[in-house]
Every structure is written in C-alpha cells, then in structure tokens.
C-alpha cells in the first residue's frame, strides 16, 4: 500500500547532546504502527520532527510524498497528541473543539459532537474541562486529534491516565479507525497496548532505533 511517513538519516542534537542519531524508519499506510523506549530514549522526539515542530540537525522526512521543512511546513491531514493534552479550563469539551476547530473551519459541530462522543465523553455537557480528571482530559486530547477525520494519527502515550474501560474503549477505536483505512502511529512505553493493537512495532534506545520486534 505505499509507505506514508519515511525518516531518512534523521539526527538531532541539543547543546551537544544527541538525542537522535541517524534514525532511518518507514510506515506503510493502512497499519497501526508502534514504538516503545524508556523515557529518553529519543521517540517524543522523533514525533516532533515527523509532525513539523522541530527540524533535524540531519536527515529529511516526508509525509505523503512531501518533504516536512521544504515542501510543506507541515504534514497534511494529520491529527497529533505530544505530551499532555492542553485545553482552556474555563471552557466545557464542546467548546474547546469548537474553538480548536474554528482556526482552521473545515469542520462544523456536527463532527465536533460526533468526536466527543467517540471517545466517551458527553458533548452536551457543560462541565468545564478544569474540573475534568486526568482521563478525561486524554479522552478530549483524543477527540482533538480525530475530530477532522485525518489520514494519519500520532498518539503519544494515547492511554495515559485512563482506566481499564477507558483503554478498552480506546483500543476499540484506534481498531476502527484503522479499518477505515487510517495510518496510526503509537508511541509508548506501555508494551501491552503495543502489542495488542500495532502491525509493526520497533524499540528505541539512547537516540537509536535499536530493533524491529514485529
């Protein structure tokens, strides 16, 4: 099916320290793919570069065919989560997406309602999100990430914060998703959510891609 994302010799280093060192990796559309590493080992990072926020000292990545730096700024369709999800406290779920989704205005509320729901959260609730536990906020971050139907997701530790029902929930829609056709790519150190949900799964460590485990 084609290769979606490609990372070529891609290297970074800050205040001399390197923090990726030649990674080369490819990801076939239509797959859940997965990495794993400790913390530090270089995989946020890498995330980074793939969706724009940070360029390499070396190497290139393309996304669908365009070059991240020189033909695009950044990858098109593409929905992300790096890191803590980060929202406006005073505002419900709702109207966060809403406001999300107005800088761009390619969805209407339809698809924002359709997205909160996915995702087990209430649409017509007006709590507002600095009230909302931990997982409900990684909940939104999802909702976030899917709400403008992308063909490609980046979910950094996705299941962060959620409990046993809110990860089998999760897991059922990233499988769904995937049956729709989308690219997923997980970053975790969670192997067992690796392992149940992704195609190809590869280790880092020390800025290294180390190995293939599937």
Known sequence: MGNV???EEVSKSYKGI????????SFEKGKIHGIIGRNGSGK???????CGL???DEGYVS???KEIGKDVDFPESIGVIIEAPGFLPNLSA?????YLASLKGVIGKEEIRNAVSLVGLDPDDRKHVGKFSLGMKQRLGIAQAIMENPDILILDEPMNALDKSGVAEIRELLLRLKAEGKTILIVSHNTEDIRMLC????EMDGGKLIRQIV
């Not at 390197?18 to 990796?25: A, C, E, K």
């Not at 946020?44 to 793939?50: C, H």
């Not at 709702?94 to 809403?98: M, P, V």
């Open 63 to 65: 996304v669908n065919g």
């Open 44 to 50: 946020t990072v890498l995330i980074k570069i793939i």
């Open 18 to 25: 390197s923090v990726l060192d030649h990674v080369s990796i």
């Open 54 to 56: 940070v360029r390499p």
């Open 199 to 202: 195609d190809t799964v590869y």
């Open 94 to 98: 709702y109207k966060n997406l809403d």
């Open 5 to 7: 994302i490609v990372v």
